[in-house]
């Protein structure tokens, strides 16, 4: 099972969205286990404060250390990974999802603790001491970490077996194999004028694998031309030219009337 111990100044934040479809589902089904804990139930004061000044003068406010590590040193165990969500840290993309639900694959256990940054941040001293793994869900700045934690739980949690109805959802999906996923329709086949491609109604399985592969490569190379060249450098093959027996004598081209690209016309 996947259990995970989320420290933060908003706990609805985190509830809420998780209660919902899947994830709602794959808790009532002991899939996965996701206790918010309120950051302030650790503190001592009468204002149950959890943060206070910036040492040193500068704006804003920092969350403090001890009710942090209170915390923490109560809900960690043995093998715990303690996780910060934080701008600066390692950005969270799909292998860093399968990385953390690795343990839980093959029926094992996982426990982590994440923390949920608010104001400008925690203490450095939580980071130095207690924080195995800092992750940023991308290169912009959140009001507070829950939210970023709700995104790193739900595409974690979606990988662990069971947690899809169809285990193939997770296989043939952007990002699974290095490119984004083909386009994809469903009924009606024509739809105010737009038809669904013919590849589809065809029942040629080989023709669609090969329809999806190259649209998928057309999508990456516009959307996100950084994965198009790292997959297209890991597969020289794709582009290698075919080898094909010619079927048309070169005197029909000469005859041609319209001039192919790159002939003289
Ligand atoms: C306003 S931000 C603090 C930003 C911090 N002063 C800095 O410049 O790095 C407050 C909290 O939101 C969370 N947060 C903001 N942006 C995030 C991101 N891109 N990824 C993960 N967490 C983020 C972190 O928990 C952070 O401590």
């Known amino acids: 099972m996947l259990e995970i111990d989320v420290l933060t100044l908003f706990p609805e934040m985190i509830t809420g969205p998780l209660s919902q479809s899947i994830m709602g589902r794959a808790a009532e089904s002991g899939i996965i ?6 950051l302030r139930d ?10 206070d000044y910036l040492c040193g003068g500068g704006q804003g406010m920092l969350m403090k250390c001890e009710p942090i590590f209170e915390a923490i040193e109560e ?25 953390l639900a690795a343990p839980c694959k093959e ?6 603790i994440i923390l949920c940054g608010h104001y400008e941040g925690v203490d450095y001293r939580v980071i130095e001491t207690l924080v195995d793994m800092e992750l ?18 739900d595409a ?7 947690a899809l109805g169809d285990a193939r959802s997770s296989v043939e999906e952007s990002f ?3 490119l984004l996923e083909a386009p994809a329709y469903t009924k009606p086949n024509v739809f105010r004028g737009m038809e669904v491609p013919a590849v589809f109604l065809s029942g040629n ?21 950084d994965l198009y060249e790292a997959w297209a450098a890991a597969h020289p093959e794709h582009f290698a030219p075919k080898k094909k027996r010619r079927k048309t004598p070169l005197t029909t081209y000469k005859n041609r009337k319209t001039p192919v690209d790159g002939e003289p016309s």
């Open 107 to 112: 029926g094992g256990d996982a426990h982590y």
């Open 75 to 99: 809900l960690r165990r043995e093998n715990t990974r303690v996780i910060l969500m934080t701008p600066q840290g390692r950005v969270f993309r799909q292998p860093v999802a399968e990385e």
């Open 156 to 162: 974690v949690a979606r990988l662990l077996p069971g």
């Open 136 to 153: 940023s869900i991308g290169d912009y700045i959140l009001t507070n970490g829950a939210i970023a934690a709700v995104v790193v739980i």
């Open 33 to 38: 286990s996701v206790r918010a804990h309120q």
């Open 176 to 178: 699974s194999d290095g």
């Open 42 to 51: 650790w503190t001592h004061d009468k204002y149950r404060r959890a943060d």
């Open 205 to 225: 399985h080989k023709a669609m694998a090969e329809w999806k592969l190259e649209k998928s490569l057309e999508r990456t190379k516009t959307n996100r031309p």
